[in-house]
């Protein structure tokens, strides 16, 4: 028995029951819906086109070994739904206005390149997430969770979650971080938005951003409506003065670890940024994305525990487990926290609660401070062989910044400029590297400046093998080039 076209009954290239078998050997309970969805996907996939006419639902039953009544309700579900026609004495007929699906589904989600050895900086080693014990927690969280928790939940974030996250904070990074100034949102990025929104709405048109920094922080604001100005980076952080005469009254930072430089803001420095925030009644916003990764020493605390109300701490645990989770919290002065919660409630209604839960249960238990710790010594020691393995291969480099997070200035000498046929050469070897002058106007003019090549490699997400043999793949390719 084969399924028929409209026009004059010809049979198509497949039976309907090759179609639909492995459905129809479902369990008994779930057979009627795998017969629906089957049935659906061939006809979205194109396997069964607009106008074909299939059987009568008795001798599909009997090709199929199911009830008669099965079939009918199939039909008659897939019909309610526009998959299907039928007419009284006329048969089953595939719509007409049903097209078929795409052959494949676009991933738009950031994918390595096809370099031999990307320095992407910023990315973490997947491999070290915890998968074994996240999993045991889920199971165990999923088992214990109340079924009120499934609600919708608080938009700040599940009290729980927030009371952990402020032990948390408080303990490793020294904030101010009572539960009731935690906000649980989707990472760094929707922290900002949320927090750009609030300024935006009460009036601030423009807002400072690092100058070099990360070029993120400059597309989240544009797109909140909030024009950023770029602020000057030196030795010791932001430049006050030119955030004075820019004129604004906010600025996003990254003072434990200025992104991309490598620098922590000097104590001078901190204090000269929170007198400029009280002196304009402005907005410090503090973007601590691997404040938890220092190597050489206790990490520098965070600026919000000097003036809470003039400080909005972010952070997040994608350097720590994975960018993928989508977690992380906004500490706000008390001053703003009415109205970004009101903009995470009409954003997305909260954070998934089953997540938040799993989270304040990894914490509570310890387990999040035991990947910390598993992270530290796996990034600590990538970054020593990326140090020695730079001197080794490209004498004269000088490593800048401190030693912390997941990346390096390197500052190559003039003999291997210039830049542009260095970046040449490293593309033709399939290593994959990033200038400093990919990251703003200051960077530009160092570096215009200055004699040589200046790049920001991470490290953290290879291994230590795969950063040897990167380096020895970069400096053999502008050696024979030579």
């Known amino acids: 028995m084969t399924a028929q076209r409209a026009d004059g009954g010809r049979p198509v290239g497949s039976a309907a029951w090759e179609l639909l078998l492995?459905?129809?050997?479902?369990?008994?309970?779930?057979?009627?819906?795998?017969?629906?969805?089957?049935?659906?996907?061939?006809?979205?996939?194109?396997?069964?086109?607009?106008?074909?006419?299939l059987p009568a639902s008795r001798e599909l039953a009997a090709d199929l070994g199911v009830s008669r009544g099965l079939i009918t309700e199939t039909y008659e579900q897939l019909t309610a739904e526009g998959y299907l026609r039928s007419g009284r004495g006329s048969g089953t007929w595939v719509g007409d206005a049903v097209r078929a699906a795409s052959p494949a589904v676009r991933d738009l989600a950031p994918r390595d390149g096809h370099a031999r050895v990307d320095f992407l900086p910023g990315l973490p080693d997947l491999s070290l997430f915890p998968r074994a014990t996240w999993a045991t927690a889920h199971r165990q969280v999923l088992a214990e969770l109340p079924h009120h928790t499934l609600g919708y939940p608080d938009p700040r974030g599940l009290p729980r979650?927030?009371?952990?996250?402020?032990?948390?904070l408080a303990r490793r990074r020294g904030v101010v971080a009572e539960p009731e100034r935690v906000i649980v949102c989707s990472g760094v990025a929707q922290a900002t938005t949320l927090l750009a929104l609030a300024l935006?709405?009460?009036?601030h048109t423009t807002i400072g951003v690092e100058d070099p920094g990360s070029p993120e922080h400059g597309t989240?604001?544009?797109?909140?409506?909030?024009?950023?100005?770029?602020?000057?980076?030196?030795?010791?952080?932001?430049?006050?003065?030119?955030?004075?005469?820019?004129?604004?009254?906010?600025?996003?930072?990254?003072?434990?670890?200025?992104?991309?430089s490598g620098i922590a803001y000097s104590a001078r420095r901190r204090a000269e940024l929170l007198g400029w925030a009280r002196s304009v009644d402005g907005l410090i916003v503090e973007d601590d994305y691997d404040g938890d990764f220092r190597y050489?020493?206790?990490?520098?605390?965070?600026?919000?525990?000097?003036?809470?109300?003039?400080v909005a701490y972010t952070g997040s645990v994608s350097k720590s487990l994975?960018?993928?989770?989508?977690?992380?919290?906004?500490?706000?002065?008390?001053?703003?926290?009415d109205e970004v919660v009101e903009r995470k409630r009409v954003m997305d209604l909260g954070n998934p609660a089953l997540d938040q839960e799993l989270l304040a249960h990894f914490v509570e238990r310890?387990?999040?401070?035991?990947?910390?710790?598993?992270?530290?010594?796996?990034?600590?020691?990538?970054?020593?062989?990326?140090?020695?393995?730079?001197?080794?291969?490209?004498?004269?480099v000088r490593v800048t910044g401190i030693a912390a997070g997941l990346h390096v200035i390197a500052r190559l000498p003039g003999r291997w400029g210039p830049q542009d046929v260095f970046l040449a050469r490293a593309a033709a070897a399939g290593v994959a590297v990033r200038p400093l002058a990919d990251y703003g106007v200051s960077a530009t003019g160092a570096t215009a400046?200055?004699?040589?090549?200046h790049l920001v490699l991470g490290y953290a997400h290879l291994s230590p093998a795969r950063i040897t043999e990167g380096l020895r793949l970069l400096a053999g390719a502008v050696r024979a080039s030579e």
Not at 161 to 168: H, K, P, Q, Y
Not at 296 to 310: F, I, S
Not at 366 to 386: F, H, K, P, S, V
Not at 449 to 453: I, K, L, S, T
């Open 22 to 53: 492995p459905a129809a050997s479902a369990p008994a309970r779930s057979r009627g819906r795998s017969l629906a969805s089957a049935l659906r996907d061939a006809v979205r996939s194109g396997r069964l086109t607009a106008g074909t006419r």
């Open 161 to 168: 979650l927030r009371t952990v996250l402020a032990d948390l």
């Open 200 to 203: 935006r709405a009460r009036g």
């Open 220 to 260: 989240l604001l544009t797109a909140a409506g909030i024009t950023p100005k770029g602020i000057a980076v030196d030795v010791e952080g932001v430049d006050v003065t030119a955030l004075r005469e820019q004129g604004v009254r906010a600025v996003v930072t990254t003072p434990a670890h200025q992104f991309p």
């Open 296 to 310: 050489d020493r206790a990490p520098v605390g965070a600026l919000q525990g000097l003036d809470p109300e003039h």
């Open 322 to 337: 994975a960018p993928g989770l989508r977690l992380g919290w906004l500490l706000v002065p008390d001053g703003l926290a």
């Open 366 to 396: 310890g387990d999040y401070d035991r990947q910390l710790r598993r992270c530290q010594r796996a990034y600590r020691e990538r970054r020593d062989t990326l140090v020695t393995a730079l001197h080794a291969h490209f004498p004269g």
């Open 449 to 453: 400046a200055e004699d040589g090549v």
